[in-house]
């Protein structure tokens, strides 16, 4: 069920037009999305119908061609309302358009009543005219109103045509007219309470609807904030089963950026400019990792961290993390030189195995874990402001697209001597590799 909207009113009441004819929302497009779920109801329901009529209609004219005898005119009226009904059948599977198939249904049905009442019903004899009448009136009311599916105002158009039929049989059989009055009396009763529960269950029906769409439009919001939050793969595996996530990768590469110098600049500063800049740099590189394909994964603090390789991957991914870390810098540069004089961002990037799952039941976070993560949080840590670092793992990926400036060797605590590098600029013409 789509439907694009939003349901403002927290009443019901306010949505819902409790019109005693006309029930409608006041929304026009909760309205078109209604009469667009009522369709495939309108087929349901009637379909069943008009099947059971059908086979009933059948059955009478077998049993009055075998037992009753008759008159041919009868026996005809009995068969072609079956074949009437048939072909009607084959309409409301096609039906296309639900308000003008309330129309027409309404007028085949006033046609069809009248067929069976005055072709069949009127050929018997007095005595059982007078008997069955009223009980033929109620029973011709209440499958209309009970086993099809139209809206109220063809209900009560229906309901009048057949209290106009009804009028046939006092005038046929010169009844006295104080009976026939309380006997349409005790049909107009009856069709008003079948009436009554149509509109009590098309107004529920028409509740829950909105409920619905109200269920489904905070579901929706559900659903996007875990896209936001975890990657979509992985929230969509989540959103089909509560499982634990874990995956082992073979290569991934990790991207840490980090803004130096950013504690005592933001020691200077009133908390709304801390957020904003922090906003304004992350949403960019939020945006960069977009376009370049690369798994944003958190920040902290100050720091930002990325991944190529999950939660998938195809061919290598360091020469998309690389782009990524010469355009982080390029925008924070540009965004800094405005509103964050003197801070510089750092960044490392390194390739290797990792975990990679989904932690937490209430507040989800999709992270990484590994050998991998720690190196290249180091090889950041000792990078140089305004460049990219890379290790060894990351170069042989990276072929002569890129401009490496070999540092050598560098002592990282915890890792020991590790060669590292920096990407001075991605370059279209080749240059040799170190």
């Not at 006033?110 to 109620?138: I, M, R, Y």
């Not at 529960?197 to 609807?209: I, P």
């Amino acid at each position: 069920m789509a439907t694009g909207m939003h349901l403002h009113q927290s009443n019901e009441e306010a949505v819902l037009n409790r019109s005693l004819i006309r029930p409608r929302f006041e929304d026009p497009l909760i309205e078109e999305a209604w009469m667009v779920e009522r369709l495939e109801t309108f087929k349901r329901v009637n379909r069943r119908s008009l099947v059971f009529l059908a086979l009933i209609s059948l059955l009478f004219a077998i049993l009055d061609f075998a037992f009753l005898h008759s008159d041919l005119s009868v026996n005809l009226a009995r068969i072609g309302l079956f074949a009437f009904l048939s072909v009607l059948l084959v309409g409301v599977n096609r039906v296309t358009n639900v308000r003008t198939a309330d129309r027409y249904f309404a007028a085949v049905c006033v046609l069809g009543l009248g067929v069976v009442w005055f072709q069949v019903f009127l050929t018997l004899p007095a005595d059982q005219l007078t008997d069955w009448w009223l009980v033929t009136l109620a029973m011709f009311g209440v499958v209309f109103m009970v086993l099809t599916e139209t809206v109220l105002w063809a209900r009560l158009v229906v309901a009048g045509f057949l209290l106009l039929y009804g009028l046939a049989v006092p005038i046929q059989v010169a009844m006295d007219w104080v009976e026939a009055l309380l006997g349409l009396v005790h049909i107009v009763i009856i069709y008003a309470a079948g009436w009554a529960a149509a509109w009590q269950v098309e107004t529920s029906r028409r509740l829950a609807f909105v409920r619905q769409l109200a269920l489904e439009e905070e579901r929706g919001r559900s659903v996007d904030l875990i896209r936001n939050i975890l990657p979509t793969p992985i929230a969509d595996r989540l959103l089909r089963s509560p499982e634990t996530i874990a995956e082992q990768h073979a290569s991934v590469t990790v991207l840490f950026a980090d803004i130096v110098g950013f504690t005592p600049w933001a020691s200077t500063r009133t908390a709304e400019e801390v957020v904003e800049v922090l906003d304004h740099i992350f949403s960019a590189f939020d945006a960069l990792c977009d376009a370049h394909g690369v798994e944003k994964i958190k920040t902290i603090g100050d720091a930002y961290m990325a991944v190529g390789g999950v939660p998938t991957a195809s061919g290598p991914t360091a020469p998309s993390v690389v782009r990524l870390g010469l355009e982080m810098l390029t925008t924070a540069d540009a965004i800094m030189a405005t509103k964050g004089e003197g801070l510089a961002l750092r960044i490392g990037v390194h390739e290797g195995p990792a975990v990679a799952g989904v932690i937490g039941r209430r507040k989800f976070l999709y992270d990484l874990w590994g050998d991998t993560v720690n190196t290249a949080a180091r090889v950041e840590a000792y990078g140089i402001p305004g460049r990219v670092q890379v290790t060894d793992a990351v170069v042989q990926q990276l072929g002569s697209e890129f401009h490496l400036e070999k540092r050598g060797a560098i002592d990282m605590k915890g890792k020991g001597s590790v060669t590292a590098y920096l990407v001075a600029k991605a370059d279209p013409t080749p240059s040799e590799s170190p």
